[in-house]
């Protein structure tokens, strides 16, 4: 399993949690952004930095992904891109997205865009919290646990 970071909206935070979980596994960890980012000075975390544009980095992540590979992203038409090609995709927050959930938050996400567009004030998400911090690291942790266990299996 290869870790793949939407890295232009994902929080610091998130991000040093990510760093400091690659440290301990070993797992390859790819930060795609289209600015330059600073990643730790190790041989299985690196940043890429593509070109500005819309959803550049996103097309890079999917051309990247391969099946068993996780994905942090808070985009959700790029996380059902990620399932289909049998990645996992998991937010900030901890939530995962799956196929039993994915056709759902795409809905959603498309009937509070036509809301905006005529518009409506919705706001945008509640900041980062303690406890959205713990669903992501302990998310993390039980997937990389996961994919560790069925590598040492093979």
Known sequence: MKILVDADAC????????FRAAERSGLELTLVANQPL???????IRAIQVAAGFDVADHEIVRRVE????V???DIPLAAEVLEK???ALTARGERFTAENIRARLNMRDFMETLRAS???SGGPA????????QFANQLDRLI???LRAASSD
Do not use: F, H
């Open 67 to 70: 099946a068993g590979d996780l």
């Open 119 to 121: 518009g409506v004030q």
């Open 86 to 88: 049998g990645g996992m």
């Open 38 to 44: 600073k990643v730790p000075p190790a041989a299985n």
């Open 145 to 147: 646990t996961r994919a």
């Open 11 to 18: 929080p610091v935070v998130i991000k040093e949690i990510l």
């Open 72 to 74: 942090i992203t808070g």
């Open 127 to 134: 900041a980062l919290n303690q406890s959205d911090r713990q």
